[in-house]
């Protein structure tokens, strides 16, 4: 079920990224790229992080068929896609939550520091989003809007002090998903933002 | 032979890479680690991403060397080698080509699956060109110009294919060469480029 | 005694860090984030191109806690930090020839060549405050500032030929310190620079 739903979330951040990439008029092959790197990028960053080779696409290459096949597809679609701008703002949170899992499950295999497996929770989450806005010469959305690595943070202390505790994996993907999920969803709603730090001294250089 | 225009060609990105860092008023510092990054980036993503330790450059240091002082001369040379825009472009379309062999073999020799060779070769081919534009703080151009990363594909393919029929390898790298370096060449001077993705909403946000 | 002035200099990092994103009004999460990628970067980026796994701080994942808590505490403290100009630039440069000292020692454990010694030392010192400004969405500052990386650079040599020479590795950490330190705060303070290449051809594109 995992499994499942983690491919539904990586062709949903590739059909995301894609749109950002039609607003930057890039072509056909900047848009697989940018969908690459935004599906993939945060696992990626977690396998090197922790020194897990073969990276998992490296070893399942077909996920960068999915991910460009539905990269492309959003191309021919893109009106359709954009006015589903809810369902896709609900894959979006999916994701966010189950990359997390999975990000936490790569980093207890490899016998991490609880601190480590948070943040391996955490990378997996946000790093690909990251990635796309400084390609596409953003400073990261992820800084600045709605609860979003929080969301993943929290998640993933659910997941491992559940896991900890003793209680079923299938159990816990189960309850983090239902801590995660409704958060994001509702964090979006209300527009539930961190405190900004806005420092603006007199004297600018 | 396949070494010495590996050599060439890293040459000629190091100079290539150096002009652009002149445009950005760069200190001679900067010259030398953006030719760096552009010259070496694509064949270190790639051996990180395959898990190929060490990396090529740190295995071969006096590659560092060869990149710095290209650079360096460019500095000295900098209107002949702006003079010099066509030879350049050959060389580039030469590196590409080239580039994306010396990738595709790194990934066979792991034993890697036929999609990671060509991801492979892609990436030694288009990653540095990549990173020198976000250095730069641009929206990357492989994302909006000429045939590019497609006669990177076309050629590892090509490539790829000819080696799994049996035939010869230094044969394969002539053909290789023979399919990619004229088609990068024919792109440029037709200006052949990849359909462009224009995703452009009333509704900005 | 490296090894305190080593956790000093991450602090210090992790604070101006933090100014830098309130500057850009980051949210108390992008803070840290920001933090722990200046602080924690360049060790990262040398970590995996030397191929030296687990990353220190997956290790040794207390120094996160130390950089999130530094972060956290600037903003608390923003005008005073401010304020305090000169000696964060002073615990700036010696955090440079700190990090430089590490990343030299690290290569050495893993026997790699003088070069790759001395580039590992100036990665180290130098790339996480790259990897902030290409967040940010700046041209890297380093490449355009006064003398930086080029203290990293003489630093790690004078240690390098040093430990060479067979000097006992604490009082070459004294020379390397006693060296680099005043070289960076006196080119701070007489504006040294590295000669700009500027190229600015008639016709522009």
Not at 11 to 38: K, P, Q, Y
Not at 117 to 122: A, E, F, P, R
Request: charged letters at 10%.
């Amino acid at each position: 079920m995992l499994s499942i739903m983690f491919y539904v979330a990586i062709t949903a951040e590739a059909m995301t990224a894609a749109l950002a990439a039609g607003r930057r008029s890039m072509d056909w092959f900047g848009v697989c790229i940018l969908a690459c790197v935004t599906a993939l990028g945060g696992g990626t960053a977690r396998d090197v992080f922790l020194g897990h080779f073969p990276l998992y696409w490296v070893g399942n290459p077909y996920i960068l068929v999915l991910v460009c096949g539905a990269a492309l597809l959003t191309i021919a679609t893109a009106r359709l896609v954009y006015r589903l701008r809810w369902p896709f703002l609900l894959l979006d949170a999916l994701g966010l939550v189950v990359f997390t899992i999975v990000g936490c499950n790569v980093a207890i295999d490899t016998g991490a520091h609880p601190i480590i497996v948070i943040v391996s929770g955490m990378v997996t989450g946000i790093v690909g989003g990251i990635l796309r806005d400084v390609l596409c010469n953003d400073v990261p959305l992820v800084f600045r809007s709605e609860l979003y690595a929080t969301v993943s943070i929290v998640t993933g202390i659910v997941y491992y002090l559940g896991l900890l505790a003793g209680i079923a994996t299938d159990l816990m993907v189960l309850v983090a998903l239902a801590v995660g999920f409704p958060l994001r969803v509702v964090a979006i709603y209300f527009k539930w933002e961190m405190p900004k730090f806005v420092f603006d001294p007199q004297m600018r250089k």
